[in-house]
């Protein structure tokens, strides 16, 4: 069993940036694809970011394209995600996930991803 647990949320203004960090627990997740999701209220949680067991392979949604950035360290068991240019719309509950299976690629949709963190709350202000 997978435990994921983010961190780095927190209130910032349109324009600045923040990182996010999903530390897992529980065993290794260095053989698990990761992503990380969003999910705003009154909206269906949405894919964000994912990232290759190896880390060599990235998938982005368009609308974070050249402002987030996804990264992994396995040695650390950790996922990252840096966000720049924050935009109000980026506001939301970012979620970190797993996916359990050995897939040939990453996914973005939710139902592939098996192990999910507790949220962590961003909110970018105009």
Do not use: H, M
């Given at each position: ?5 983010e961190?780095g949320?927190?209130l910032v203004?349109?324009?600045g940036s923040?990182?996010?960090s999903c530390?897992a ?9 990761m992503g990380?999701?969003?999910?705003a209220?009154?909206k ?5 970011a994912a990232?290759s067991?190896?880390?060599r ?5 368009d609308s974070?394209?050249g402002r ?6 396995n040695?650390?068991n950790?996922v990252?995600?840096?966000m720049?240019?924050l935009?109000?719309?980026?506001t939301?509950?970012?979620y970190?996930?797993a ?10 949709g ?5 192990y ?5 709350q ?5």
């Open positions: 069993q997978v435990q994921l647990v961190s949320g927190g203004q349109a324009g923040l990182r996010l530390a627990s529980g065993r290794t997740v260095s053989n698990n694809a990380w999701f969003r999910q209220p009154g269906e949680r949405e894919f964000v990232i067991r190896s880390g392979t990235t998938l982005y949604t974070v394209k987030f950035t996804i990264s992994r360290d040695a650390k950790t990252y995600l840096q720049n240019s935009k109000p719309e980026d939301a509950v970012y970190c996930a996916d359990g299976a050995l897939r040939l690629n990453i996914q973005i939710t139902s592939f991803y098996d999910w963190g507790q949220g962590t961003v909110t970018v202000s105009s």
